[in-house]
């Protein structure tokens, strides 16, 4: 059995780490409330954008573009998001998981050197390059601080490869936020990009919430990877006739890349809450860990404490009989 000293160094140790979890937490929820206010106030634009677009390539059955026309697939960008940091539960190793058994797959049929891996965060970043991927280049401030005019840059990118017959498939992965104890591992085509069906889960998000429950706290542990179904999502022809100035192509080659834009921001968003609320979680369930454990502690050093009383008492009184 332990010594009192040893029993209370414990406590002290895990106190300590009592603190660090706590403040983790508190810190994850209040950049969770700010990651939720950048979706919140991207998701009307988002929404107007994707109305308009579908709608006029509804109404216009001969407009076409060069993205959203698929091809045989013979090189293959992979775009994947994770953190900067650790201590966020799953939330980095499920999207590694994930990347590998995707690169896998594609390995088999093109090769694994003409599988790009496009990393957004660190640890994407050190796993590639420790599983000898082809990584084109390296943003890990983005997983940080998400900037709308790095993912127009990036995604320009992605579109001159795809225009040019450099890639023919772009793909995401990262976690779709949902609410704060739901984050749902998500595999997405970017290009070519296809309008007529489209990802009913984009649009479900608790954006209120910031509060680790219980619940939350199971979904973590028993959370595995999920790939999210796709659901087709037909799009009524409009009666409208719509009058295009200066001409269709213009409008679709200004529409299409700021669809485009707009996914890979919107993916960025997603996979920063996300993380956040990962944390969060994760930061609780070891709050409440430390907790049980400190109960259990105390519990011993008040049982160790009185044992010591006890065999004191008894020494005394042992040694008053005999005298």
């Not at 300590?16 to 994850?28: E, L, P």
């Not at 005019?149 to 890639?167: D, N």
Request: glycine share 4%.
């Amino acid at each position: 059995m332990p010594s009192l000293k040893e029993i209370k160094g414990r406590i002290a140790s895990v106190n300590s780490t009592r603190k660090i979890t706590s403040a983790m937490k508190m810190v994850a929820s209040s950049k969770l409330h700010h990651a939720q206010v950048a979706i919140q106030n991207m998701l009307p634009y988002e929404s107007m954008l994707e109305h308009i677009l579908k709608s006029f390539l509804a109404a216009e059955a001969e407009a076409q573009t060069i993205f959203d026309q698929e091809r045989p697939v013979k090189r293959v960008a992979l775009v994947v998001f994770t953190s900067n940091s650790s201590l966020c539960g799953g939330f980095n190793a499920n999207t590694i998981k994930l990347m590998s058994q995707v690169v896998d797959a594609y390995a088999q049929e093109t090769g694994r050197e003409n599988v790009e891996i496009w990393p957004i965060g660190r640890k994407v970043y050190e796993k590639a390059k420790k599983m000898g991927l082809n990584v084109q280049g390296e943003f890990s401030a983005l997983a940080d601080k998400p900037n709308v005019q790095e993912c127009i840059s990036i995604a320009m990118e992605l579109g001159k490869r795809f225009a040019e017959g450099q890639i023919d498939k772009v793909e995401l992965i990262y976690h779709h936020f949902k609410s704060a104890g739901s984050q749902v591992l998500t595999r997405k085509t970017f290009l070519p990009i296809d309008i007529e069906s489209e990802l009913k889960a984009d649009h479900e998000r608790d954006l209120t919430s910031v509060i680790a429950t219980k619940e939350s706290q199971e979904y973590l542990k028993r959370r595995g990877e999920r790939e999210i179904v796709r659901t087709e999502n037909d799009v009524k022809p409009l009666n409208d006739n719509f009058i295009v100035e200066p001409d269709m192509n213009t409008v679709l080659s200004q529409l299409i890349p700021k669809l485009a834009h707009l996914m890979l921001y919107t993916a960025l968003l997603d996979s920063n809450a996300s993380e956040h609320a990962a944390r969060m979680v994760a930061m609780q369930t070891a709050t409440d860990n430390a907790d049980e454990l400190l109960r259990e502690l105390n519990l011993q050093y008040n049982k160790s404490r009185q044992q010591a009383i006890t065999s004191e008492l008894l020494d005394i009184v042992g040694g008053s009989v005999n005298n």
